[in-house]
């Protein structure tokens, strides 16, 4: 990277943190409001206005700043937008990570914005939005909570592990099937335990902090995941496949 | 008239919110974890130094009241509730959690009279929410009153439950059979704090429309039942009766109509009785 270069994406990061907080105060107001509710996928993949506003919020923030950079969107995409990470430098963004705890007021929702360029993520901000908590990480800067250096926890023995992971928006008995016995197995190593918060965004922020061991999820979308990768990473941890391979930014 | 049990309530959120502190600052250290029931059942000497202060502070102010706690019973004390005012106490909820570091930690302080639970205290120390609800008198989260949520439609609702620390192959079979089961519904969520004290809150709250769980223990459920019901809420046992607090199982919900259809999902396994004579018990 050029020195410019640098200094360009320190000063994309500082607009990412500005905006994911003013994002956060959006989603704080309309969590207390009547919500409109439609579904995407399934019945159970929820989506509404606020998912929509909060993206349009930041996405016209930032291509305000930098318009020549690219973005990839939850809600754009699901409205037909191309999900493709070229070179370009690219923002990646979930509005609102846990769109069914806003619907339902459960205290576990975020805004991610991550940030690639060549294909290469470069820094992550997460945002929590009911209890203000901001993750923040920048390639080879180190993991921040709230600005306090972050690290993942010690442990190798996976019978003294915490696991965290999401159940996704499918339910069928075949998928249900799959998600139950592999939670089974860990909880046979005997792991000490399973979590399931409902945003997969801070579930990956408590694997930074040390406060659980892994997360594993099957029909994640590279916006869940692109802001919480940079975290983990600079907090020493490691991203990767649920086949043991190198983990694909957009493969599910 | 005067409220006769608010005195104690009052000091019950005094010790809540003393043990917070001990439990934020033993986070600061290094801990040593033990096991009681399995490898996965794991009890610190925070956990026992939470219940020593609770006991020997409400044996100076309350010398006349009972009291049963989770290590106390662990160390052989009898779990058995009578008509005397007793203290019903779990001093660190969400252990695991705790050993972890994982956000969910709460100490939790019910109380009964006569056998009827008057007040409940949760502390969910992490977070700083203190929960509190006298009987007849509202619940509240840091002052502002609570609401169950008003779904009627289980298929909207977020449930809550755990898998608990039993790790016998038909035990945990039942646990997913149910948590399928009720997963097809199709519910909108399932969710697990890892403490069911704190997971009675969010019903309470109106975050999750129900909880339920088979392996608690009454020192889980007696602060949140109260918090639950005076929120609007309602509690059952899995079978539909109603809660029997020491039969080790608890359907907590924002309503009837949610209790009884997220009922008809649950397979119920057995677990011996918290009251049951210290000899028959695992």
Same mark, same amino acid.
């Given at each position: ?65 930098? /318009?020549? $950079? ?5 809600? +754009? &995409? ?5 999900? %493709?990470? =070229? ?102 190593? /005997?792991? $000490? ?5 409902? +945003? &997969? ?5 408590? %694997?930074? =902090? ?43 | ?282």
């Amino acid at each position: 990277m050029t020195s410019t270069e640098i200094k360009c994406w320190g000063e994309c990061m500082d607009v990412a943190v500005q905006i994911a907080h003013k994002a956060g105060k959006v989603v704080q107001e309309a969590v207390k409001q009547e919500k409109r509710v439609s579904s995407k996928s399934t019945p159970t993949d929820l989506v509404t206005e606020a998912d929509q506003q909060v993206e349009d919020l930041i996405i016209s923030t930032l291509r305000e700043k930098f /318009p020549s $950079h690219r973005f990839i969107g939850e809600e +754009s &995409s699901a409205a037909g937008e191309k999900c %493709i990470l =070229t070179d370009e430098p690219t923002w990646i963004i979930d509005p609102i990570d846990g769109t069914c705890n806003f619907v339902h007021s459960f205290p576990m929702v975020a805004v991610s914005i991550g940030f690639a360029v060549k294909k290469e993520l470069e820094f992550g901000v997460i945002y929590h939005c009911f209890d203000g908590t901001l993750y923040t990480a920048r390639r080879g800067h180190g993991a921040f909570c709230n600005g306090t250096p972050i690290q993942v926890s010690k442990e190798k023995d996976i019978s003294k592990a915490l696991i965290l992971t999401e159940i996704g928006a499918k339910r069928d008995p075949a998928t249900l099937e799959i998600f139950s016995g592999n939670m089974l197995k860990l909880l046979s190593a /005997p792991a $000490h335990g399973v979590r399931i918060i409902g +945003s &997969s965004t801070l579930a990956l922020c408590h %694997i930074a =902090t040390g406060a659980a061991e892994a997360y594993y999820q099957y029909g994640l979308h590279c916006w869940d995941i692109a802001a919480a990768a940079v975290i983990i990473r600079e907090a020493g941890g490691c991203v990767i496949d649920t086949s043991g391979e190198p983990w694909d930014g957009c493969f599910r | 008239m005067p409220d006769l049990w608010q005195e104690a309530m009052d000091h019950a959120v005094v010790l809540a919110r003393k043990s917070g502190e001990i439990v934020r600052e033993a986070l600061q250290n290094e801990m040593k974890v033990m096991c009681k029931s399995s490898s996965v059942d794991l009890v610190t000497k925070t956990d026992q130094k939470v219940e020593q202060l609770i006991i020997a502070s409400v044996k100076d102010k309350f010398p006349t009241h009972s009291f049963i706690g989770e290590e106390s019973v662990a160390a052989g004390q009898p779990c058995i509730l009578s008509d005397n005012p007793t203290w019903i106490v779990d001093p660190v909820d969400g252990t695991t959690n705790f050993v972890h570091g994982y956000p969910f930690i709460a100490i939790s302080i019910g109380f009964a009279a006569d056998k009827q639970l008057e007040f409940g205290v949760v502390y969910s120390c992490l977070e700083d929410k203190m929960y509190t609800a006298r009987k007849g008198k509202g619940a509240f989260c840091n002052g502002q009153p609570l609401q169950v949520s008003d779904q009627t439609d289980i298929n909207q609702s977020i449930i809550a439950t755990e898998f608990g620390s039993n790790r016998d192959p038909e035990v945990v079979d039942k646990i997913f059979s149910s948590m399928r089961k009720v997963l097809c519904l199709p519910i909108h969520g399932m969710r697990g704090a890892g403490t069911a004290a704190t997971n009675m809150c969010l019903v309470a709250a109106g975050s999750a429309e129900a909880y339920y769980e088979i392996g608690i223990h009454c020192w889980d459920i007696a602060a949140g039942a109260v918090i639950v019901s005076e929120a609007g809420g309602v509690l059952m046992d899995v079978g539909g009766g109603p809660l029997d607090m020491m039969s080790r199982r608890v359907v907590a919900a924002n309503n009837k109509t949610i209790a009884q259809r997220l009922i008809k999902e649950i397979e119920a396994y057995p677990a011996t009785r918290d009251d049951a004579p210290i000899d028959s018990k695992e």
